[in-house]
């Protein structure tokens, strides 16, 4: 049996496995594809801690991973299939496989929403992003596409203001879903230029985004805007699937937490973005990830 074991491998998972790695629990980390998550996709992260001239986001995972095996983390790829954690024993179940642990970390992250069009996936970390937070100041004194019509779409179009020259707020209605107060200061601000009553068709570009095709939904109009960036914001799927029946979750369907990253079931946690919270971050979800390990291992200690 294994005193812990951690879902997911992105920068959460990785971190609650170096601290429960260092702690000497009986520890693996369960990943799916590579170990990375999301920051695979960030082609340059600028605002980590440490890195004053950025890094990219493969490097940055593969020193997270090297340090979490240094302490002796056990890392696997399979998929995690279910969990029962009905009772002190908990199981993660891999396909057939059966594994039996006293706690669980859960750090399956969320997916953006995707467009799915044509150049999305070819120029994601190229010009296409879901975060103006980590890429806006990329673009400064470019032009830029945001994607969206509710809160998120418009606040991420302000923040963008103050990198981009110029920000296209497309939405396909012909009013925004955000709140007023948003849509007020969207109005007020001359770098942002709404264009509503339309889609994209597709991203183009050689090896980045210069430009993004769009159609006007009235008039079937297509036309096309000159632009560096392409930010989508459509919404966020967390990845709790296999979780949905058995863990308090929130109206967006992610898990809900106290501070000290405990779930509604004693003895599982969960950290960084799959976590119902405000902000989705690489540095918040390593905090999120070292509580989550320090909480875990005082749970496992209580049941001595």
Known sequence: MYDLIIIGGGPAGLTAGIYSARARLRVILIERFAPGGQVLTTDWVENYPGFPDGISGFELID??????????????????????????????FSGKEELKTKAIIIATGATPRKIGIPGEEEFTGKGVSYCATCDGPFYRGEEVVVIGGGDTAAEESLFLTRFANRVYLVHRRNELRAIKLLQERL???????????????????????????????????????????????????????IFSEKLKLDEQGFIVTNNNMETSVPGV????????????????????????????????????
């Open 63 to 92: 020193r997270m991973r090297k340090q979490a095996e240094k302490f002796g983390l056990l890392i696997e790829n399979k998929e995690v299939t279910g969990i029962d954690i009905k009772s002190s024993e908990k199981v993660v």
């Open 187 to 241: 109005f007020s601000d001359d770098k942002i230029e709404l264009v509503l009553d339309t889609i994209p068709i597709s991203i183009k570009g050689k090896d980045s985004v210069e430009a993004v095709e769009l159609k006007n939904v009235k008039t079937g109009k297509t036309f096309i805007k000159n632009v560096k960036g392409v930010f989508v914001f459509i919404g966020t799927k967390p990845n709790t699937e």
């Open 269 to 304: 946690f969960a950290a960084g973005d799959v976590r119902s919270k405000p902000l989705r971050q690489i540095s918040t979800a390593v905090g999120e990830g070292a509580a989550a390990a320090f909480s875990a291992e005082k749970y496992i200690e209580s049941l001595k």
